[in-house]
């Protein structure tokens, strides 16, 4: 296909996290379909490294490492972003809290530094990028916003993450709002809550393997499966779903 002609072609998206896992597939979804895409990571090689795979794939990527949870870092990246690609068109808030993921731990226990760590990446650093691109799309009368959740934001877990869970439903919240805000603007905002995702551990490993067992599916989603999802809301054909939560897991039902 003719890049001029693939469905985000013209368009600029914002990924964060997206050094690996998850955010990296969405990056790399994105670019295959011709948006320049900013690989943001906290970690400048992650960035780069996944930067220089969407390019090898013929499509056009820029690492972006920045902290989206300090307000003038997000402030500042986002101005070179503007000088380099232009506004952005479709913003993915991907990033997750460090390596693992925070801490779990019972909600009685938990240190409030973890609590404040789960809210300022996953409700404050949303709110912060939004209202960094939001003046482009109303200006242009199209955009894209999508949180990445989970299903821990709809469903009670005994394993210590009330504070993950929390902060991904306020993101939820947000969205919901934001989509009725901007939807006259030709703005669209979802969540998109992912269930259990590759990079818990090898699949022969049997708490892995009880896992797996639990998704109708049978198997644990992949970035690709996360890309085509996101790729699919910031597309054209997409521009009808607004304001939703869309729960990607494989099938899996809520209480088991």
């Known amino acids: 296909m003719d890049s001029e002609q693939l469905p985000l072609s013209g368009r600029t998206a914002l ?8 955010g990296r597939g969405i990056a790399l979804a994105l670019a295959d379909a011709g948006a320049r ?7 400048a090689e992650r960035a780069a490294a996944v930067a220089a795979e969407a390019t090898a794939r013929d499509g056009t990527a820029l690492p972006l490492a920045f902290d989206v949870t300090d307000e003038q870092s997000v402030a500042d990246a986002l ?15 991907n990033a997750g809290v460090l390596d693992g993921g925070g801490r779990p731990s019972r909600f009685a226990d938990m240190p409030v530094a973890d609590w404040r760590a789960q809210l300022d990446l996953n409700l404050a ?8 691109v939001l003046p482009h799309q109303v200006e242009q009368g199209w955009g894209r916003l999508v949180q990445i959740s989970s299903g821990a934001s709809a469903q009670g877990l005994p ?3 009330a504070a993950y869970g929390a902060a991904k439903a306020g993101g939820e919240g947000l969205m919901r709002h934001l ?17 259990l995702m590759e990079g ?3 699949a022969d490993e049997p708490r892995v393997r009880r896992m797996i067992d639990s998704v109708p599916v049978r198997r644990l989603g992949t970035g690709a499966d996360a890309g085509a999802a ?13 304001g939703q939560v869309i729960h990607l897991n494989g099938g899996t039902v809520f209480g088991r």
């Open 37 to 43: 895409v900013a690989v943001n990571d906290l970690y």
């Open 230 to 242: 996101v790729l699919w809301l910031a597309s054209e054909p997409g521009g009808y779903t607004n």
């Open 159 to 161: 394993i210590g993450v």
């Open 125 to 132: 650093a949303l709110m912060l990028l939004v209202q960094q």
């Open 15 to 22: 990924v964060t996290g997206a050094g690996r896992g998850v």
């Open 200 to 202: 818990l551990g090898r």
């Open 79 to 93: 101005a070179r972003l503007r000088e380099q690609a232009g506004g952005v068109d479709v913003l993915v808030h």
């Open 179 to 195: 989509a009725v805000e901007y939807g006259p603007h030709g703005v669209t905002a979802n969540s998109l809550a992912l269930g």
